[in-house]
């Protein structure tokens, strides 16, 4: 059913790491666990997953650490799955990218559940052929999603995670329409609500002049986000 995607469990509890491989792999998933963050990196470097669930407490380096890295450097999911319960945490971990937030202890077909949810998101992102396989231009910019590449006026690029790459692409898709929050997020994947507003916040920090005051992405209060300028798709 789900096409046998892979998925990275990383936890340096070997209990938590069988038991999640377990659970995912009675729904058809293909599992590897990595107990420290090294281990993790050099597979992720050899063979990407469609998802990388992330433990916060790593004995060899600061999850969130791992998080970043992933979210900078590769184009792949991720979830952080932590006994870490506070606010600044969860919202940091969605700053830096991650895709979802599970707190420890956690019900396991729950955790499935929103594993789901998230790569069913991730899919509707794209590819669209129409689109995917061509260069968006708006504003001064243009954004290559087959690289998940943002290069501005003067030449600079930057990388977006896939969480932001999202986001952007219905925006794009779409331009000059208000789009909801459900529409820009696609499917819940959980119930902290603040992540749209985390992650637009990390999107107009890449494309706008002066993110505090937008111009190419507004907020419609009550409503939604709104990309105000028009977009043209070249090869």
């Known amino acids: 059913m789900n096409n046998n995607k892979m998925i990275y469990v990383i936890d340096d ?3 938590i790491c069988q038991m999640v491989s ?12 990595f107990t420290t963050g090294a281990q993790a990196c050099h597979a992720i470097r050899t063979r990407p ?18 998080v970043k890295q992933l979210c900078d450097k590769h184009s792949v999911g991720v979830m ?8 600044p945490d969860k919202v940091l971990g969605l700053e830096l990218g991650a895709d979802d937030y599970i707190v420890k202890p956690f019900i396991p077909r729950e955790l499935v559940a929103r594993v789901n949810s998230l790569l069913r998101r991730l ?21 290559d999603p087959k690289t998940l590449t943002l290069i501005t006026g ?16 219905r925006l794009l898709k779409a331009p000059k329409t208000i789009l909801s929050r459900d529409q ?22 890449k494309i706008e002049q002066d993110p505090k005051n937008p111009e190419i992405i507004k907020t419609i209060y009550g409503v939604g986000y709104i990309l105000t300028t028009d977009v043209s798709w070249t090869p």
Do not use: W
């Not at 004995?59 to 650490?65: H, I, K, N, S, T």
């Not at 952080?80 to 606010?87: F, K, Q």
């Not at 003067?154 to 692409?169: C, F, N, P, W, Y």
């Open 154 to 169: 003067d030449g600079k690029q930057s990388e977006l995670s896939s969480a932001e790459h999202v986001l952007l692409i």
């Open 184 to 205: 820009l997020m696609g499917e819940t994947t959980g119930p902290f609500d603040r992540s749209i507003d985390v992650r637009m916040s990390r999107v107009r920090k």
């Open 123 to 143: 899919e509707n992102s794209g590819p669209d052929p129409k689109t995917e396989t061509r260069t968006a231009q708006f504003a001064n910019l243009r954004y």
């Open 80 to 87: 952080i799955l932590s006994g870490r319960n506070s606010v």
């Open 22 to 33: 377990l659970e995912l792999e009675q729904f058809g998933y293909s599992v590897r666990s």
């Open 49 to 66: 997953p469609a998802l990388c669930i992330i433990d916060l407490g790593l004995p060899d380096m600061d999850g969130m650490e791992l």
């Open 13 to 15: 509890e070997k209990d």
